[in-house]
């Protein structure tokens, strides 16, 4: 099942990470939601391959560290989301359909 594409309001507000919103639930380490707006990555289905962190000219995404996630020990962080131009490049590589793009 691929991201939820209406999840800013489908889901709550589960606070900040890194300068970006966090839409929940959230209960660390089995759930950590849906990391970003603009550039949304659903922490729950990220697999921590990093095509996205290869694939982006602009450099959005970081691989942090998510120990005990049952789907994997490492997440694609839109820790630079203000920086993306909307290619969507890493939306289409994304093998778990993990990401969405929104343009505001």
Known sequence: MPIDPNFAVSRPSA???NGHKVFGPVQAPLKLGIHG????VDFDLCTGDSKCV?????NVFEM???PG???SAKKADPAREADCIFCSACEAQ???NAIKITQA
């Open 54 to 58: 290869e694939i982006c000219p602009v």
């Open 64 to 66: 942090i560290d998510s």
């Open 15 to 17: 606070g900040e990470h």
């Open 94 to 96: 994304c093998p778990a």
């Open 69 to 71: 996630h049952p789907t």
């Open 37 to 40: 707006s603009v550039v949304a």
